[in-house]
C-alpha cells in the first residue's frame, strides 16, 4: 500500500513570495490532516478535511494561508505572502475514518523562508 | 490548546538501558496515541491505548495510561541506536475527530 505522498520535499522562498505544497493520501482515506512543524515542537493542526469539506480550519492563518481538496483526493496548501515565521515543515496525513484513529503522515515538505 | 504535554523533553541513555518519557493531558480523553519521529521524517504510529486500559504492549513498548492523574507512560525496553528519535504523545481535541500532539521527547540511544 502506497503510502502519503507529499511534494516538493524541500522549498526555499523569500518573504512575501508564495508557496504551494500538495499532498496525496492513502488511497480511500476519507479524512486529511494538514500539520505545521516548526523545528523542536510537535505538529499542529492547520486544516481537517472530511472528504472535500472542511472540518476543522480555526488554527488557520486564513489571511495567508489557504487549503483545498475539491475532488475529495488530493490536497493543496498555499501560502501567500510567505513570511519568516512560516519557516516548518509542513505535514500531509491521512486516516481512515471508518476503521481506526492512526493517522499516516507524509514525510513532509520543509520550507525555508529568507 | 495544547493537551498533551511530554516529559523529558530530552532524554540520553545508553544502548541496553530502557527509556520513559510521560505525556500528561489536561481533559478527559478516550484514547491516546504514540508517535515517533526520526530525524527528517514523518511520524509513525507506534501504539493506541483506549480509556478503559491500563496498559499495552507492543514488542519493546510498554504504554501505560492512568486515567485519574491524566498521565502516560512510554517505556521503551533494551533501547538500541535505532530508537533515537522524538517521541509524540497525541490526544484527541473535543471537535473534528483530530489530535493534538506534545512538543516531544526527544530520545538519543548512545551506542
Known amino acids: 500500500e502506497a503510502g502519503v505522498a507529499q511534494s516538493p520535499r524541500y522549498k526555499i522562498i523569500e518573504k512575501r513570495q508564495s508557496v504551494a505544497f500538495w499532498c496525496n493520501p492513502i488511497?480511500?482515506?476519507?479524512?486529511l490532516y494538514w500539520y505545521q512543524q516548526i523545528l523542536g515542537q510537535g505538529p499542529k493542526l492547520l486544516i481537517q478535511f472530511q472528504n472535500n469539506g472542511v472540518v476543522d480550519d480555526s488554527q488557520l492563518p486564513k489571511d495567508r494561508f489557504s487549503a483545498e481538496r475539491l475532488k475529495g483526493v488530493d490536497s493543496t496548501l498555499k501560502i501567500q505572502p510567505a513570511k519568516l515565521e512560516d519557516s516548518a515543515v509542513y505535514l500531509c496525513?491521512?486516516?481512515?475514518?471508518?476503521?481506526?484513529?492512526?493517522?499516516?503522515f507524509g514525510e513532509g515538505s520543509w520550507l525555508t523562508v529568507v | 490548546s495544547q493537551q498533551g504535554e511530554e516529559d523529558p523533553q530530552a532524554l540520553s541513555i545508553q544502548e541496553g538501558e530502557n527509556a520513559t518519557m510521560n505525556c500528561s493531558y489536561k481533559t478527559s480523553i478516550n484514547n491516546l496515541q504514540w508517535y515517533r519521529q526520526n530525524s527528517g521524517r514523518g511520524l509513525v504510529h507506534l501504539i493506541l491505548i483506549r480509556s478503559n486500559e491500563r496498559e499495552k504492549h507492543s514488542g519493546r513498548l510498554r504504554v501505560t495510561l492512568d486515567t485519574s492523574k491524566k498521565s502516560s507512560s512510554l517505556l521503551i525496553t533494551a533501547s538500541r541506536a535505532a530508537d533515537t528519535a522524538s517521541y509524540f504523545c497525541a490526544t484527541p481535541r473535543r471537535r473534528g475527530q483530530n489530535f493534538v500532539f506534545g512538543p516531544g521527547t526527544r530520545l538519543s540511544v548512545l551506542p
Open positions: 496525513a491521512s486516516r481512515d475514518s471508518f476503521s481506526g484513529n492512526t493517522i499516516y
Open positions: 488511497s480511500g482515506h476519507a479524512t
